[in-house]
């Protein structure tokens, strides 16, 4: 069984998710507060975890924060909330998906599920490091260095700085990196990526390069290119 942490208040929603999860291959550890997540998060390993938002003494935002400050570990938000704003947020602090209610118990298994797959095929390709000019990742570290010296990036900042420098010279539409990065179930919109390529920039542009860049290719989407 796969060990998986789930923090909400509300425990019926607990008890539902646990119902599907169960024949899913899951073990579940239930929460019901911040504070009491995190606790439960330093007591054990757990290979996915599951945030509500608004949660009493500590919200998921801030659970979120906290754990990616340690921990790669897989975290899917859920919430009622539904704004734009909110998504983004969550994701750019580290989630990996972004479930909003109401939903079905189902549904959010086949989104672990999918979060997983991703995750699972990122490590295959981990070891490989990938150069261009004098830009270098180093996936297995989720590490960036620009003329040898390192840039700070969200982990989906670095998984899109990834996918452009493996493909470098070839233009990724705006829905293509969303559903290759978010997934094709994911329920924001091309602002998404767009606010994330502008926050990358923002980073790497603190250090001076010139054999490379982030590419805006008008009516197509984005490329990194390879000047030299």
Not at 154 to 165: I, M
Not at 184 to 212: C, F, M, N, Q, S
Request: with cysteine; aromatic share 8%.
């Amino acid at each position: 069984m796969i060990p998986m942490l789930i923090a909400d208040d509300n425990a019926a929603i607990v008890d539902i998710l646990k119902t599907f999860a169960a024949p899913a291959g899951f073990a579940v550890t239930a929460a019901h507060d911040g504070e009491e997540a995190l606790r439960l998060f330093h007591t054990k390993h757990y290979e996915v975890v599951l945030l509500d938002v608004m949660m009493p003494k500590m919200d998921g935002f801030s659970v979120c924060r906290a754990i990616r400050a340690e921990s790669d570990v897989p975290i899917l938000m859920i919430t009622a909330r539904g704004e734009d704003y909110d998504r983004i947020m969550g994701l750019d602090i580290g989630a990996d998906d972004y479930i909003v209610k109401p939903f079905s118990g189902a549904e959010v298994m086949a989104r672990v599920r999918a979060v997983l797959r991703r995750l699972e095929r990122s490590a295959e390709a981990a070891h490989r490091a990938i150069q261009c000019g004098s830009l270098a990742l180093y996936p297995d570290e989720s590490r960036v260095l620009v003329s040898g010296e390192t840039v700070a990036l969200t982990r989906k900042e670095f998984d899109l700085l990834c996918l452009l420098a493996e493909n470098k010279g070839r233009a990724f539409s705006r829905e293509h990196l969303l559903d290759r990065l978010w997934g094709w179930d994911y329920e924001g919109d091309t602002r998404t990526v767009d606010t994330h390529i502008k926050r990358l920039r923002a980073k790497l542009a603190k250090i001076p390069h010139e054999d490379w860049d982030v590419k805006t290719v008008w009516g197509v989407g984005y490329t990194l290119e390879v000047t030299s």
